[in-house]
């Protein structure tokens, strides 16, 4: 299955096995861990990747906002990944990318990555630290807060999951009691390795759909 529906803070949320969440109260699609240009900068390092991945993604975002036709998109953090110039071919891909969705909002909640570059330069709305749109609140690092339930991103989880004698390594969403973490939705990020443990809610990612993990 694509989609799998949760409730959190007494809210309905919809994931998508593309990595992302769509809060239906506010029309909000929410994402995490972008990493735009994060190829870029393995290949001016001599690390050799295939080019693409900037557009793999924006047609992945393209294919949420087909599906769920949001308001607003929030990104909880790293949509680029190091430094760049306006003259990047990212940012440029990215620059026309937000101008044919001019009708929608997007906000980035600024993570750790996006010192590196300006997001402003593309037309995207920034908050620096955390943005409260109660009962969230939408971080990129995953620490409580006070204000209300953290949804956030930073630490790109994962799971393993047993099949037979195979195993795989995924991406998974994560809730806790307090705080839930997003998967990164960059084409080009690794993943954390989160454990399974009482109260804790966790739907993997998989090449078939979604999973909710039974702990």
């Known amino acids: 299955m694509t989609t799998h529906e949760i409730e959190v803070a007494g809210e309905r949320l919809t994931l998508h096995s593309e990595r992302a969440i769509y809060w239906h109260a506010q029309r909000m699609l929410l994402v995490s861990d972008v990493h735009f240009g994060k190829g870029a900068v393995f290949r001016r390092a001599g ?23 949001p308001a607003t998109i929030v990104v909880l953090g790293d949509l680029v990944h190091g430094a760049a110039t306006e003259r990047s071919v990212w940012v440029e891909r990215v620059r026309q990318w937000r101008h044919a969705h001019a009708d929608i909002a997007i906000i980035l909640v600024a993570g750790n990555h996006d010192r590196h570059f300006d997001v402003r330069l593309l037309g995207i709305d920034v908050r620096p630290d955390r943005l409260l749109v109660p009962p969230f609140v939408l971080a990129h ?7 209300g339930y953290t949804l956030s991103g930073h630490v790109h989880p994962g799971v393993v999951v047993r099949d037979g004698w195979r195993k795989h390594r995924l991406p998974a969403f994560v809730f806790d009691r307090e705080v839930a ?4 939705f960059g084409t080009l990020t690794g993943l954390h390795e989160t454990p399974a443990k009482p109260g804790r809610r966790i739907v993997a990612v998989t090449p078939a759909g979604l999973l909710p993990v039974i702990v």
């Open 47 to 69: 690390i050799a990747v295939p080019s693409g991945d900037t557009d793999d993604d924006l047609a992945r975002l393209d294919g949420l906002i087909a599906a769920f036709a």
């Open 181 to 184: 973490m997003l998967p990164a």
């Open 141 to 147: 690092h995953p620490e409580p807060h006070g204000d």
